[in-house]
């Protein structure tokens, strides 16, 4: 069966650095595209960063130059490395691999960023 277990997340003040790790089981990321998305209550998911292993990487503009996205093949894990925190960053963050007959998500890591 595919898992994707997301790590990482916690409580932090405002400034503060995580690193978000997700990693999968029964898939393997090589080769694919794997993306961050992150949601609060009453909100739609919104898409944060994504990746395709082995080609290019992309964070949206409201965390361009915070949030860097990398990962490690050999390990199957994809990495959102999160820095100088805001409050509005918070969020329960997932983690998603589209294919061509279904997407894959994570049970999501809690982000929380206040002081």
């Known amino acids: 069966q595919v898992q994707l277990v997301e790590s990482g997340g916690g409580s932090v003040q405002p400034g503060g650095s995580l690193r978000l790790s997700c990693t999968a089981s029964?898939?393997?990321?090589?080769?694919?595209?794997v993306a961050w998305y992150r949601q609060t209550p009453g909100k739609d998911r919104e898409l944060v960063a994504t990746t395709t292993i082995g080609g290019y990487s992309n964070v949206e503009d409201f965390v361009k130059g915070r949030f860097t996205i990398s990962s490690d093949s050999a390990k199957n894990t994809v990495y959102l490395e999160m820095n100088s925190l805001k409050p509005e960053d918070t969020a329960v963050y997932y983690c998603n691999i589209p294919t061509w007959n279904r997407q894959y998500w994570g049970q999501g890591t809690q982000v929380s960023v206040s002081s």
């Open positions: 029964g898939i393997s990321v090589a080769g694919k595209t």
